[in-house]
């Protein structure tokens, strides 16, 4: 199936929990992305001294833009994609075709300046366990060339927003669960002061506090600081909440693009957003999280 620009909005009789409506088509594009690939080479059979290779495309000639001060979110089942997407995105994979350019500067060019407007928060984040949050932001800041005391400041601020207590700061991280680990991932990539953020499964695991905290908090970003955010889930609910606009993706595909209220209308009157994603993309978003 090809991509879907969904244009004519019709009133919809589904429960719209979705985020407002805000028109951005007068802003600047802040991403833009243009028949991105990237494959991956997988043993498709041969023997074991001569095993048989094909590139397997993980993405697959994917093209969107995102504007300044939009939330866009990616969904898709585990496997679909997403995490390639916002890798090549933040320069930790080079494209094999296509390309992204974040205001104007491309991921492979201008790598260096991209990354000072850029930062990521992936549900995979590396830390030094046995160190607190403190030691572990400090040392961040360091890499990114930041004064002490003005990165433990931002982290502080940042971390109690998220909802974290002042005295986990100096606890070592393995002793924290992994809502507050996360929480000290989206700090860690707030001190650099992003104006790009991509959160990728920023709340897959959370408790439902947890999964509040960072979703207010994604809000307000885009609310107070001027942020474009990209956001990959598996979560319907968040994404209608937070998303100006969605993408669904299948098989490294992008299947259908618009706003939670356009989509729930391409799959028919009265349908959910989960309606519309297994009519697009013929999956079942929960069947493919547990498999
Ligand atoms: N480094 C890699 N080497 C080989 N194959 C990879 C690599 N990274 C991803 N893949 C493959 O690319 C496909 C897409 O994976 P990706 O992690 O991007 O999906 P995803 O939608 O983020 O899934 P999840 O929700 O489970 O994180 C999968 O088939 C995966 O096995």
Redesign the pocket.
Known sequence: MTLTAPTAVSPSSARDTSAPHRDLSDREVALDIQHLVKA???KSGGTLLRPQFTD?R??DDVSFHVRRGEIYGVL????????????AMSTLLIPDAGSVSIFGLDVVQDEAQVRRLLNRVS?DAAFYKKLSPRENLLYSAQLYGLDRHVAEQRALITLRRLGLKDKAFQEPLEEMSRGMQQKVAIARAFLTSPIVVLL??PT?GLDPKSRRDVQEFVLELRDQHDATIIL?T?DMPEAERLCDRIAF?SG?KFVAEGTAEELRTLAGPGKTLEDAFIELTGEDLDHE?QS
């Open positions: 991956f080479r997988k397997s993980a993405v898709g089942p585990n496997g679909s994609g997403k995490s390639t997407l916002i890798r549900v990728d499964e897959t990959t598996h993706i490294g999280e």
